[in-house]
């Protein structure tokens, strides 16, 4: 038995110099994408119950463009007229050049790290301690995020304005992948609320990051390729040695 269909639970990749696309056509593979997860908003109305006055802030901590995107769109919804004078404090560059997309950037106070949140906190949000901060996150999120600002004693207020849900897996039900690839222990979660008698049998299990490789042996599955280590630091790489490897040895069988 050689490899030769693999599932990745992420969406496909817009760009056509995805590492995943090499990696197929070089080991001859099939490489399917299918996400486990989606994030749906939490209504205005819902969010108006968690008795959290957003102008009663005046600064953003934005850890992603997802809770940039439920911000302004809560906002929109409860009618809120974001200030001028607001701070937004981004994870990174690139998060905070999202801004773009609803306020005039150059006009703002903007600050961002280096896709570091600890650094974040201590480099630039402690500077500002004075700031009343607003924190928009899913409900399903880094517990790092809220203790970092917990242990620094910044104001904030924590808002869920979005949830990770399981996406609907049933069209997938008499479908079978050799490998399936996972980078989120909510994609593991998924896996099971879509296939609830889900039996690993000979498919293997490939993960990104130490979160979700508890999650697949705390689920009882047997974790056959885990990245980022230091030889293989992505998983296309941990992919391609793993591959390349179990299919020579069973070349002949």
């Known amino acids: 038995m050689k490899i030769k269909k693999i599932l990745v639970s992420q969406p496909k990749p817009e760009n056509d110099k995805s590492p995943y696309f090499e990696f197929a056509e070089k080991n001859n593979l099939k490489v399917d994408f299918r996400p486990f997860i989606k994030v749906e908003g939490v209504e205005g109305k819902e969010f108006r119950q968690k008795r959290i006055n957003i102008n009663d802030h005046t600064a953003v901590i934005f850890t992603s463009r997802t809770a940039i995107d439920h911000f302004f769109r809560i906002c929109e919804e409860l009618r809120v007229n974001v200030p001028d004078t607001m701070k937004y404090f981004c994870v990174s560059e690139s998060v905070a050049l ?42 399903i999120h880094k517990p790092e ?38 980078y989120s222990p909510s994609g593991i979660r998924s896996l099971f609320h879509n296939f609830p008698e889900f039996e690993q049998n000979n498919t293997k299990i490939a993960c990104f990051g130490p979160a979700t490789a508890r999650a697949v042996k705390k689920a009882g599955l047997k974790l056959d390729i885990h990245a980022p280590t230091t030889e293989t630091p992505s998983m296309t790489m941990a992919l391609d040695k793993y591959v390349r490897e179990f299919n020579r040895n069973n070349n002949k069988k």
């Open 145 to 182: 995020i809220p203790r970092v600002l917990d242990k620094n004693k910044i104001k904030y207020s924590k808002a869920i304005m979005y949830r990770t849900v399981s996406s609907d897996l049933s069209d997938l039900s008499d479908v079978n992948y050799d490998i399936l690839v996972f």
């Open 98 to 139: 999202y801004l773009q997309k609803y306020i005039v950037y150059r006009k703002r106070k903007i600050f961002f790290g280096n896709n570091n949140f600890k650094n974040l906190v201590e480099q630039d949000i402690v500077k500002h301690s004075s700031e009343k901060f607003l924190l928009p996150l899913s409900d």
